[in-house]
């Protein structure tokens, strides 16, 4: 997943943990707010990169995606984002669509990613980050635990300081990259997709050498697999862990690693970002767990 | 909480069960090529020892994915159907389908004010003799105009012939007739043929799938009748540690991150050692039968004498790329159809374009100029292709005759047809001696299917029993 480093550091953890919440027990949690103003953090998967066309699709987003008069006429595949939901069951009256997204972005982005809630008011607030923090240049220099513990901690703080009472984060966890690999492997087996060649061709591939490095064991596979497997732990536990100790906003964590991506669901493009049809189950995945689903 | 340290589970660790519905009424659906079993929920994947291993339980571990291929197989069949009665329904109301075609070619043909101010407009990037010019937007117009035309004669037709649809189950065979157009059959052999490329795909994707959830279920089971025989491993010591960071100078590593990885490595290892002789001891045995992939007759395309045809177009960055390695090393003298999914005047001008730039030899050079020109301040011109090409043929009387041409109009739109008739999806897509091969492939892959000559590339039968 592509990598540009956007906002950092630009509050101090430390005076942000300050603000961690502490409340339990006291007042009753404010009735939930209608998901009107909806804000995205994240990474390429939430920018849509080469999902459809290459580059950054918003247009088949899981979060922010939609689809009009220049969408069908382009051919654009319709993926039901949670925008185009929300737009379906309360109307587009008050309507915010604001992607905060950025290729490239790791859980350390996640509080640059969220400051822009000031602003904005958001009533749904999504993140899917994390997946490159599984994917890195060198095998053994994944995040430590408590390198993301801190950062989603200091995030969902922060969160919950800024968004409106009644406010809700979906968080979803990271998908299972290994899977996405695997199922781009046997793609060729089926008449499909090359993507080993892909991956081996510079000028369409991307740093993710910890999962596709041809150099890489099925052992150094399965190692990155369990960070990333770890990682979800630590923020499913830290998800539940803000809504139990607060009250004013409503915390969700979403399982984002057993979307069930098959090969109809990886980019043609660079066999590794969900295509429209991946976004489109991760759409579906998200909304249908989250608090606003059937 | 510890500074870092692999998932006690990982090498165990089933995928998580999938929160949403997820649609296993349709495992038992109609889905089946013809003469082939059903692969239904209770459908016998494999065993391991004397444990049978059924689809429902590989589908539930892998999260449900086989039961979403198999509707997605459902789905294909679906729009395959309406396909054959649109198909028929212009049958009935032409005659034949090769005279509805040309009556939607009439239909699509733009009027006489429509091409003035299309001429008007792009005059400067065609031919400059007029004639040749309303000749070749023309032709541009009205492949561009053709769906459109195709879908308005659809729906008159749709509410004024008669058509009866069978009643088709849940579960179990679908009938051998499903749909009659004005008393004319539509049969599920018919509509089976016109889908067999998504079919196949669909289904080689399910059987793919029930084989990786059986490899991980096999070794679970074996790893539980062996339960206490693992093998334990020596955590790395601090030389090693000290000994892989020193291997890997450039890299920002620290003993802390490397420790837990060299650990797990070595349990990975030592654990897949162990596997294999659990393995060998009780193979499992895979009792699904990949599918065959379809084989389409070159000569029933017009295509004879092509072993390998590359369907692609000037706008996909992974088709400039494909291209680029083409030219580098050809594994075979290539064919080239250009092939897009959705019609757009550039698209259609980019196609015209590269038969007369090819026909000067000049296709490498056209495809250079366009994706220069697509970063460019005329990116957003329809007709760059036609500039770009007319700027670097080598003669330009041949190639002011060769885009006014019937002929070269028919084969810029020739890729469009057979690829659509095969069934691709993505671009870039081969024919490799009639075999139909999506998206992005490297030399070696095209050398292996070529060599592969006319044996199906990936044939596994099943194992044992």
Known sequence: MLRTRGLLGLLSIGALLATAPSNCGGPQRPPRLDPLRLYSIGDSITTGFDSWFIGNNDAVSWANGFHGFWEDLFGIPDIDSFNQRITASYGSSGRANVMAAANGARWDDALGQALGVAGEAPTLVTVLLGGNDVCRDEIADLPTDAEIQSHVRTTLSYLHSQLPAGATVQVAGIPDIKLLHDVGLAEKGLLGIDCTAIWATTALGFPCGSMLSPDNTEADRLYVQSRNFAYNDIIEAEVERIHRLTRRVYFHFTDAESVAFTGDDISSIDCFHPSADGQALIAEVGWSDGPFGP | ?465
């Open chain 2, 1 to 465: 909480m510890p500074a870092l340290q692999p998932h006690p589970a990982a090498l165990s660790r089933g995928r998580r069960g999938l929160r949403v519905a997820l649609l296993g009424a349709l495992v038992a659906g109609p889905v089946a090529g013809p003469a082939r079993a059903e692969l239904g929920p209770d459908a016998l994947v494999g065993r391991v020892g004397e444990r049978e291993v059924r689809l429902a339980e590989v589908d539930a571990r892998l999260g449900g994915s086989i039961s979403r291929l198999l509707a997605r197989r459902r789905e294909a069949l679906g729009h395959a159907l309406e396909a054959r009665i649109d198909a028929a329904l212009l049958a009935h109301a032409h005659g034949s389908e090769a005279a509805a075609e040309a009556a939607l070619d009439a239909l699509a043909e733009p009027d006489a004010a429509t091409l003035d101010r299309a001429l008007a407009q792009h005059a400067d990037a065609l031919p400059q003799h007029t004639g040749q010019a309303r000749s070749v937007l023309r032709h541009l117009l009205a492949e561009t105009g053709r769906p459109r035309a195709r879908s308005r004669r659809l729906a008159e037709l749709r509410g004024r012939l008669a058509i009866e649809r069978a009643r088709l189950p849940e579960s179990g065979p679908w009938p051998e007739v499903l749909a009659r157009v004005e008393g004319v059959e539509v049969r599920a052999e018919e509509v089976r043929r016109a889908a067999r490329l998504p079919l196949y795909r669909s289904r080689a994707r399910a059987v793919a799938e029930a084989r990786r959830g059986f490899a991980e279920l096999a070794d679970e089971i074996l790893a539980a009748a062996a339960a206490g025989a693992e093998p334990e491993v020596a955590p790395p010591s601090d030389r090693d540690v000290a000994r892989y960071i020193a291997e890997r100078p450039g890299a920002d590593l620290t003993p802390e991150r490397v420790r837990p990885y060299l650990a797990f490595r070595r349990r990975a290892e030592a654990r897949e050692r162990w596997l294999a002789g659990l393995r060998a001891a009780t193979p499992p045995r895979l009792l699904l039968e990949e599918p065959m992939p379809p084989r389409f007759a070159l000569e029933d395309l017009g295509l004879a004498g092509s072993p390998l045809i590359l369907f692609d177009n000037f706008r996909c960055r992974p088709c400039a790329e494909q291209w680029r390695l083409l030219g580098a090393d050809p594994p075979a003298a290539v064919t080239w159809l250009p092939f897009f999914a959705t019609p757009r005047l550039a698209l259609h001008a980019d196609a015209l374009a590269g038969v007369c730039a090819a026909e000067q030899g000049a296709l490498g050079a056209l495809r250079t100029g366009l994706l220069a020109g697509r970063e460019g301040p005329d990116a957003a011109d329809p007709l760059l292709g036609l500039r770009v090409a007319a700027a670097i043929v080598p003669t330009r009387e041949a190639w002011e005759r060769c885009i006014a041409s019937e002929a070269a109009q028919r084969r810029a739109s020739q890729g469009l047809r057979v690829g659509r008739r095969i069934g691709f999806a993505r671009v870039p897509s081969f024919l490799v001696k009639g075999l139909p091969v999506e998206g992005f492939q490297g030399i070696e892959r095209l050398r292996e299917l070529l060599a592969g000559g006319g044996r199906v590339p990936n044939p596994r039968a099943p194992e044992g029993g």
